[in-house]
């Protein structure tokens, strides 16, 4: 039986269009889902609807991981609940537009529209990861996290996210060399 996106597909269809501006000449046109990292307002059928899609998805596709790794501002709270639901631990990890001294280690990230700090921190050489995050865009921010993750001796053994946006999934896959999954694609 086919999975029903009923809740999420409606989200993603009415979601409002805003343009965001990195500085004054770099401008970028971002829908605003409401389980994205700009959204505000969900509603139970929606939280339910991908929480569970989420948590099924993972078993199906990523059977054996340690835990899941999630990125502020949008994959963690997805994180959060996939791993509740899976009874499995996470590890959220912490953006700022600061740069910190007490962590034990951070990486700057550039998007289309931002730039900012992710902030690696628990975690231990041999560890095998599950990465889950909101919306994949250009895929940027992931291959920022896998790249460290590579570094410090973590198995990325996927990723999974909500939406994905057009095909830069498929290069995203190809540079970091593991699967990548999602419930949805624009």
Same mark, same amino acid.
């Given at each position: 039986?086919?999975?029903?996106?009923?809740?999420?597909? =409606?989200? /993603? @269809? #009415?979601?409002?269009?805003?343009?965001?501006?990195?500085?004054?000449?770099?401008?970028? %046109? *971002?829908?605003?889902?409401?389980?994205?990292?700009?959204?505000?307002?969900?509603?139970? =059928?929606? /939280? @339910? #609807?991908?929480?569970?899609?989420?948590?099924?998805?993972?078993?199906?596709?990523?059977? %054996? *991981?340690?835990?899941?790794?999630?990125?502020?501002?949008?994959?963690?709270?997805?994180?959060?609940?996939?791993?509740?639901?899976?009874?499995?631990?996470?590890?959220?990890?912490?953006?700022?537009?600061?740069?910190?001294?007490?962590?034990?280690?951070?990486?700057?990230?550039?998007?289309?529209?931002?730039?900012?700090?992710?902030?690696?921190?628990?975690?231990?050489?041999?560890?095998?990861?599950?990465?889950?995050?909101?919306?994949?865009?250009?895929?940027?921010?992931?291959?920022?996290?896998?790249?460290?993750?590579?570094?410090?001796?973590?198995?990325?053994?996927?990723?999974?996210?909500?939406?994905?946006?057009?095909?830069?999934?498929?290069?995203?896959?190809?540079?970091?060399?593991?699967?990548?999954?999602?419930?949805?694609?624009?």
């Amino acid at each position: 039986m086919s999975p029903s996106y009923a809740s999420l597909s =409606e989200s /993603i @269809r #009415e979601a409002k269009n805003v343009r965001i501006y990195k500085n004054k000449d770099t401008a970028y %046109d *971002f829908k605003l889902y409401p389980f994205g990292e700009r959204g505000t307002y969900i509603a139970p =059928e929606l /939280i @339910r #609807e991908i929480t569970h899609n989420l948590a099924d998805a993972v078993t199906e596709q990523f059977p %054996d *991981f340690d835990y899941i790794v999630s990125p502020e501002p949008g994959g963690h709270t997805w994180g959060m609940l996939a791993a509740y639901k899976l009874m499995k631990p996470m590890n959220i990890l912490r953006l700022s537009t600061e740069l910190y001294e007490n962590y034990e280690v951070s990486v700057r990230r550039e998007t289309a529209y931002n730039e900012n700090y992710i902030y690696f921190d628990g975690f231990s050489a041999g560890d095998r990861v599950l990465l889950l995050d909101d919306v994949i865009s250009s895929g940027a921010t992931i291959r920022c996290i896998a790249a460290q993750l590579s570094v410090m001796g973590i198995e990325l053994v996927g990723v999974q996210a909500i939406l994905a946006k057009g095909e830069h999934y498929k290069q995203l896959e190809a540079d970091i060399g593991v699967p990548v999954r999602f419930l949805s694609q624009v």
